[in-house]
Structure formats: C-alpha cells, structure tokens
C-alpha cells in the first residue's frame, strides 16, 4: 500500500519566489531551466527503469512551450519536477534561476484529473489558495468571482464539483490555479479528458487568457495539432530512455484562429512533421 | 415520492408486519403459550407505559452514557491513528502489526481482565465498548488516508499550503467518507457490545433489564429492552446518516 | 526473502511478543492478585488444554461455531446475490435487516434458551443469525455492483438468468462475499462467547466466566489468551484461503479489514 507522500521531497518554499511576473525588463530571460536531469524509478526488486536522461532545456519567461511524445517518455515526470512534486534522481531544475526544492505558489498545476477538492464548492476551490497566501476572506472571495467570471463560470459559485461536467471543471480548475497568480502554469494534459468540442473550446479560452497574462506556459499533451496550435514552442521527446528528440519552433502570428490555421499550410505542415518525428521515434522500439 | 418510491416502502414494510401477523397468530392459534411468547400488543404497550416509568428512562440512559463515551473515544483515538500510520511510514511500522494482532481478538473475551483492572462500574463497559468499535474506525480511516489522491495534495502544496497543514486541509477531508463509513460500523458494534457487557454484569441499563426479567420469567419484560436497543440503533444510524449527507454533500454518490 | 520481507512477515510476532512484555511490565507494577503476569498466564494454558474436560468444552465450541457459520453461509450468499440483482427483494429484506442489524444476536439467548433449552440448537441458532447479517450484506453489495454489461455479454451467449447468477454475477462477487464473511468469522466467535457467557452452560466463553466467580484469575487471563489465539488464527488461515480464491481481484493491504 501506497503511503501518502506528504514530503512530496523537501519543504515547500517558506518564502516562494514571488509570484508576479517582471514583465518588460528582459523579455528573453530564462524563467525555467533544466539541467542534466535525469531521473531514475526502482521497478520491482533491483530493476530501475531510466524515466529521464540527462535533460537540458530553457524555457523563457512568457513562452508557451508543449511537450509531446509517445506515452512512457517522461513528459509528465518532467513537468512534475518543475513542479517541485517530484526531486530530479539528477541534475538540477531551476525557477528564476533558484533550484527547485519543492511545490511553491509560483508555479501553478492543472492536472487532467481536475483534481479539485470535492468538499469545498466552486467558489471555495478558487478561493482556497487566495485563503492560504493570507488574502483576507472578503477580498478572495471577491477576486475568486471575477476569476470564475473570466472562466465563463459565473453563476456556478455555489455549485459542486461533482455537479458540473469535464469541461466546467477544468475551467474551475485553471480558475483555482490562476488565483494565486502562479508565474509558470504547469499544464499536464489538461484537455485529456474531454470531449473533442469542449476541448477546442477550452483550448481557445486558454488562449484568451494567455495572451492577457502572457504567463509562461508549459503544457503536456499528446495531441499534435493540439501542440502547434497553441504553442511558440514544441518540445518532441523520445522514450527508452526520455530524452528530448527535436525542439521544434513554431513560427505562426498571433492572435491564432483555429478556423484559419486549419487551412493554413504552414500549420499542416507542422503537424506532418511532427507527427513523422514521433513515428521515426517509435519504430526504433517497437 | 414517485409510484416506484411508494411500492418500495409498502414491500419493505410486508415483512415486517408479516412478522408481527405471525407472532400474532402464534398465540392466537394456541402454538405458543403467552408464558414463553407474549403477544407482540402487550409488549408494545408496556414499551409505551414503561417511558413513563423513572427506572426504565434511568436505564435507558446508563447505556446511552456508555455507548456514546465508548463510541466518542473511539473516533477520536481510532481516527488520530488511522491518519497517523497513513502519513508516516514510522507510525505504520508500528501500528500495523499490533492493528493484525489485536482486530480479530473477539474483544469481549477481554471483558473480565477489564472487570478486575477497572472495576464493575462504567469504566470497564466504557473502555470494551471503544476497544471493539476503534478497529473498523482505525481500518477505514487509514484505508480512506492511504487512497487520497496524490495530486489533491499536490495541488494543495502548489497553493501554499505548509507540509504541517496538509493533514488536515487535504487528507482529512478526502478521506471523509471513508472515516463515516467505519464510525457507522463502530457505531452499531457499539450498540451490540453495550448491550452485552450490561448483560453479563451490570446494575443498570437495558442488557441489565433483560437479564433481570429472564430471572423471573417476565417474558413480556425480556423484549422491551431488545426492542428498545433496536429503536436506539435505528435513531443513531439515521442521525449518522443525516450528518454523513451533510459532511459528503460535495462528494459524488458512491 | 530478503531480510526486509522476513522482518515484515514476522511484525505481527514481534507486536505480540511486545504486548505481552507490556502486560508483563505493568502487572509486574500493579503487583495485585487479581492482575497476574503474562508470564503466569501463559503458564496456566497447559493445565487448561491439558485438561480433558476444559478441552472438550473448548472443542465443543469450535464445533458449534463451525456448524453456526456454514449454515449462515449457505443461506445468506444465495439471498445477498439475490437482493442484490432483483429490486423487489431487496425492497422486501432491506428494512428489515435494517431494525435486526442493531440487534445483539448473542442477547436473544435468553430468549431462545427459553423456547428450545440450553442445547446446541439455541447456541447454533444464535451464532446464524449473528454471522448471517453481515455475509447478506456483503453479497448484496458485491451482486449489486457488478457490471451490468458483463450480464449483457452473458445474455449474448445464451445463458440462462440462473447461469449468469452462478456463473457471472458469483464470482465477480466473491471478493466483497469473502470480506464478508471475514467478517462473518470473527462475528461467530464473538457470538459464541458471549453466548456462552450469558448461558453459563459450557464452552469457552463459561471457563472464562466460571474462573472468574472462582476467582482463578491465571486461569481467566489464560482463556484470553487461548480465545485471542484462536481468533487470530481463525482470520489468518481464513484470509490465506480468501488470498487464493480472489487471487485475480485488486490486491487488498494485508492489514484486515471491517469486522462487521
């Protein structure tokens, strides 16, 4: 049996790195980076299967960067250790350029499995991390309606997480991260679970919301087109042992429409590509 | 209530009141004699005569002290453990093999070691009473801690919250319905053992009214107190259910 | 087995060993003749077990409990299967169970002791209905929960409605049955002592009784023992046979689980 991890690995940041994003001082400065991670599970008995190998990766403030790959290639564990939920076996992780230690409200994550806390209502998730960084009840419970607002939630404040659907729930889920305004989202395929239209249309609320907040973004998936669609950036990784295959750039204007990019060449050629690079990847371990 | 609500109750309700028909006919028929088996009227009607009778009430609320006290110390101590030995591995070494060892003790057989180590008084009833309903709890709150999603807590430490403060934001809540689930299983084991410990010794209390007419074959007398810890039981499951509906309203039906 | 895995299976062994030098330790404080020493106690087993008539009692026990707990089988896994898959019955048993369940079965002792004497039949009666209650309630929520699309599929390859209650719904809800009568087990044994105890006729439960009117209480602290003994062993052998049967089902933690 499972024994609830509480030291998900070292304390939390007593004092997090702040939260607010410096906008506008060094648009290209490093907000993550990676350094020779490499990252070890013991398997049964003696056997240990390399999850990551040796990853090196910067990812500046304000990108939007995905990580694709076939599944067992570590994209998630990777995303877990800028997290803080998971220490590197290897190498060191580092935010702002402070090594990570642990979870901290500067990086912000939204899970596929929604993860909310069924016994609070949808106004009580949202506010819940507002509540635990001292905001005063009348003012969270103020920001946490203008944020559910935001989401397209409004009205539903007093509703339970059991009550809503897929799509309403991650919405309260992304609400819930982005009120204590995290610098970094950590996005792990949040848009898995749901239906191929709510998908589309959460995609372009994320959108939306980051081209106001110009967070940076790191967000797992397995959907190619998802990938291109929404990122400046797509990190291809390979499996046996995780490592990353190509770092691929995207270079599409901005504000995207999906109805125009769909017609686009350049967009279909992204995903051709990329999708041929995943495949190459895939026959050497089949 | 729909058409299919009403058919459910009125099939629930046939057996019972078969039941009561037969136990009825029994006697009218001539198959029992009312000395063995009295007639299901007169004991309801001194159930009904007796709650005005100082001595009954009295009894009533002996075992009620003692379920409760039982009951009480039980959650708590079965609770703080439960969480304890989910949380850290150190704990769990140690509770584990005890728990495997001492839950499938029939705890009533400590009965006369707690007669001569705490006396013939509320103490020794109280304390088998929490001995027999502490493991369910214990089990089910451990089970229920060990099962918490790990990115709730994940998501909880993103937030801000302090590794100390995990416990009792995150764990304990989602593991709420599991801990309810063992306190109604510690409850009824409550109920039961009550009774017992009152028959085997005691001065007051229902087990000890039962015992008290099987002397003089007041067989009337004999059914008014396991109708009267029936009732109990059925009151305090129906208050447990109605705070469980309450503490799981954001849960999802299981 | 490494010697992480030998120190595991031997925990329980070394949580005996360690409450029995508690026990030790703290009667050795109180110092009363009523609290003897574990040391005492377990030094009064032999003389019990080695007694022809205290064993035949404690035989005599085992063996009601054994006939008690077969009946109770055989006749609540059929009904708890049923409740669970037909509406209308469980509709029927459910209140019912529901004002029984609080009961203490042990309790009607007195009551069935008066209509069919202090034999056997009222100490196998009493112990059914106390295992009977918790095996109907394990069968009709491990029958209640099973796929409906596994009956589909049974449907589409011709079997009858009595072939998939045996073949489909059975076995797909044995492991909530086991658990059940898991439960059912140590139940048995705590019926069958108390039972004893109020009835004061024979058996495990009236040794332990008896001693303590007589005021022997190595012998009272022994019978604990023998009786806490039995029930361990009883669960441990019970649960390597539920390990066997549901080998396929999710695996469970080793620690027990409900009891009731």
Known sequence: MQVVSLRSDAHTDAEPVSGRKSSGVDSAAAMIEIDHVSQRFQTSGKQSHLALSDINLTIEDGAFVSILGPSGCGKSTLLYIVGGFVQPTDGVAKVKGKAITGPGPDRGPVFQEFALFPWKNVLGNVMYGLRQQGVKRAEAEARGRKLLEMVGLKGYENFYPKELSGGMKQRVAIARTLAYDPAVLLMDEPFGALDAHTRTRLQNDLLDIWDRQRKTVLFVTHSVEEAVYLSDKVIVMSRSPGSIKQIVDIDLPRPRKRADLLLDARFQKYIVDIEKMIDDGGKDHL | ?254 | MTVRGVLKTLSPLFACIGLLCVWQIASLRLDTESSPTALEAIKAIPSILGDKGSLLNILDSIRRMAIGLVLAVMFAIPLGLLMGRIKAVAAFFNPLMMIIYPVPKAALMPIIMLWMGVGDVSKILVIFLGVSLPIIYHAFQGSKAVEEKMLWSGAAMGMSAPMRMLRIVLPAALPEILTGCRTGLVLALITMITSEMIARQSGAGNILFNSLDMAQYDTVFAMILIIGAMGIVFDAAFEKLRLSLVRWSQPRDDMPLSFT
Request: charged share 10%.
């Open chain 2, 1 to 254: 209530m729909t058409q299919t609500r009403i058919n459910s109750v009125l099939l629930g309700i046939t057996p019972i009141v078969l039941f009561i028909a037969l136990w009825q006919s029994l006697i009218s028929f001539g198959f029992a004699p009312t000395s063995l088996l009295p007639p299901p009227g007169a004991v309801f009607g001194k159930l009904a005569k007796d709650f005005f009778n100082g001595d009954f009430l009295h009894d009533i609320a002996a075992t009620l002290i003692r379920l409760f006290a039982g009951f009480g110390i039980a959650v708590v101590v079965g609770v703080f453990i439960g969480l304890a030995a989910a949380v850290s591995p150190a704990i769990n070494a140690v509770v584990k093999p005890l728990v495997r060892v001492l839950a499938p003790i029939p705890k009533i057989a400590l009965y006369p070691a707690l007669l001569l180590i705490l006396g013939f008084d509320h103490a020794s009833k109280i304390t088998l009473v929490t001995a027999d309903a502490l493991f369910p709890i214990l089990l089910s709150t451990y089970y229920g801690a060990s099962m918490v999603e790990q990115k709730l807590i994940w998501s909880a430490m993103a937030a801000g919250t302090p590794r100390w403060q995990i416990l009792f934001k995150v764990v304990l809540p989602a593991a709420m319905p599991s801990i309810l689930t063992g306190c109604r299983i510690g409850l009824v084991i409550s109920c039961i053992v009550v009774f017992l410990a009152e028959m085997i010794t005691s001065t007051d209390g229902l087990g000890h009214m039962l015992v008290q007419a099987a002397r003089t074959f007041q067989t009337v007398d004999m059914f008014v107190p396991l109708i009267m810890i029936s009732m109990l039981g059925l009151i305090l499951n129906s208050l447990l259910h109605w705070l469980r509906s309450y503490l799981l309203r954001g849960f999802p039906e299981v």
